[in-house]
């Protein structure tokens, strides 16, 4: 069965980009666990990693302002993925296409 939540997003070049997913049920054990996420260009090259925390059964993902200046102003699209892993397992949680807009959102 596929668990994958599929979601497209947009990124405004120099604001804050944060998220948060909340696991359901307690199958997963998120002691010891981390969150990773990371932008890709359709290559497959890294864009960027945002930082990412876990607390309790939600998991933050940011990308502060100054880091999304750091995309090329070359890239109008991305995509992205956000895993949890620890020692013994590695899940694909949220995955999707990213729109990357070379303006600041003033809304």
Not at 11 to 27: L, V
Not at 49 to 77: G, M, R
Request: hydrophobic share 35%.
């Amino acid at each position: 069965m596929d668990y994958i939540k599929r979601f497209s997003e947009t990124i405004h070049i120099g604001n804050d980009w944060n998220r948060s997913y909340t696991i359901q049920g307690d199958n997963i054990d998120l002691n010891n666990a981390h969150a990773v996420c990371k932008l890709r260009t359709s290559n497959d090259e890294l864009i960027l990693e945002a930082d990412c925390t876990i607390q309790d059964k939600s998991i933050y993902v940011s990308i502060p302002a100054a880091k999304s200046l750091t995309i090329p102003k070359t890239l109008s699209k991305g995509f992205y993925d956000v895993f949890i892993t620890s020692d013994t397992y590695s899940y694909k949680l949220v995955m999707g296409s990213v729109k990357i807009i070379h303006d600041v959102s003033l809304h």
